[in-house]
C-alpha cells in the first residue's frame, strides 16, 4: 500500500508540473493592481509627509513629468491658514513650460478620498502617460492612471490666474523644509532639480523654523538644505526671522 500511495503522489506531482510547465504567465498581472497614481511635486515628495495622509505607508518612486504637459512648477497657491505653498501654473506670455521632477505613488480607496481633502483648492488632473518618465532603476507602472493635483480658481482652468506671494502669504522656510528634504531622499541632484525648477520664488520669506536661530536642534538637515537654497534659489537672502519680517511689513504699511 505505501509503494501504490508514493507512485499515485508520483503520478499527481508528474501532472501539476507539467500543467505549470505549459502555462504562460508572461505579461499577466496579479489581481489587486493598483489603477490609480499621484505625482507629487511639492511636500508629497516627502515620505514622511506623505505618509501623514496615507492609510498605511506608500513606496514612491523618482520620476519627471515633461514639459509637453505644459506646466511651470511655482509658489501661486495661497493657504487659507496664511503661507504660500507650491503650486503648477500655466507659462505666462513669454515663459516656457518646464519639466517638473517628483515622485508617483499608488493610491486607493481611503487613500484617494483622503489625498483629495488634503489637496483640498487644486484640482485633479490626469498626466498623459508620454508626458512622465521614471528616473531610476524602478519603471512607471504598466498600467494605471495618473493623477497630479493643480491649484484653481473658481471660473477658472487649473493652473490660470493664481495669486503670487505677498506679505500676508510668504514661502514658509517649514514648508521648503519639507520639500527639500523629500528630495534629499533621492539625493542632492534630485533635490537641486527641484529648487532649478520652481519658479515664482519670492521675497517675502519667512524663517519660520522651530528655534530658528539654533536649527540644529531640531532639524539634522538644515545645513543641506540652506546651501542648496543660498546656491540656486533667488530671494533667499531676503529670508527673514519673525520678528525681522514683523518689523520690516510694519515699515512697509
Known amino acids: 500500500m505505501r509503494a501504490t500511495g508514493i507512485l499515485i503522489g508520483t503520478v499527481i506531482l508528474a501532472a501539476l508540473s507539467a500543467t505549470a510547465a505549459a502555462a504562460d504567465f508572461w505579461g499577466r498581472m496579479l489581481p489587486g493592481q493598483p489603477t490609480n497614481f499621484i505625482f507629487g511635486y511639492g511636500s508629497l515628495i516627502n515620505t514622511q509627509s506623505r505618509n501623514a495622509t496615507a492609510v498605511r ?11 509637453a504637459f505644459g506646466y511651470v512648477r511655482t509658489w501661486d497657491d495661497r493657504s487659507s491658514s496664511g503661507f504660500t505653498a507650491l503650486g503648477l501654473a500655466r507659462p505666462a506670455p513669454g515663459e516656457q513650460a518646464m519639466t517638473i521632477n517628483g515622485v508617483l505613488f499608488p493610491v486607493e480607496g481611503e487613500d484617494m478620498t483622503a489625498f483629495d481633502a488634503r489637496e483640498k483648492g487644486y484640482a485633479r488632473v490626469e498626466v498623459p502617460r508620454p508626458d512622465i518618465e521614471a528616473i531610476s532603476w524602478e519603471r512607471l507602472p504598466a498600467q494605471g492612471k495618473i493623477w497630479v493635483y493643480i491649484p484653481d480658481l473658481p471660473g477658472k482652468p487649473p493652473g490660470v ?3 503670487e506671494p505677498g506679505p500676508s502669504y510668504p514661502l514658509l522656510e517649514s514648508y521648503i523644509d ?4 523629500g528630495g534629499l531622499e533621492y539625493g542632492p541632484e534630485f533635490a537641486r532639480e527641484i529648487i532649478e525648477t520652481t519658479t515664482g520664488w519670492s521675497q517675502y520669506w519667512l524663517n519660520d523654523r522651530q528655534l530658528g536661530r539654533r536649527p540644529w536642534v531640531f532639524d539634522k538637515s538644515y545645513d543641506a538644505v540652506d546651501g542648496l537654497l543660498a546656491a540656486l534659489a533667488p530671494d533667499f537672502s531676503d529670508r527673514l526671522f519673525p520678528e525681522q519680517y514683523a518689523a520690516k511689513e510694519l515699515v512697509a504699511k
Open 57 to 67: 505607508p506608500i513606496h514612491a518612486i523618482p520620476v519627471r513629468v515633461s514639459s
Open 178 to 181: 519639507v520639500v527639500i528634504e
Open 161 to 163: 490666474d493664481l495669486p
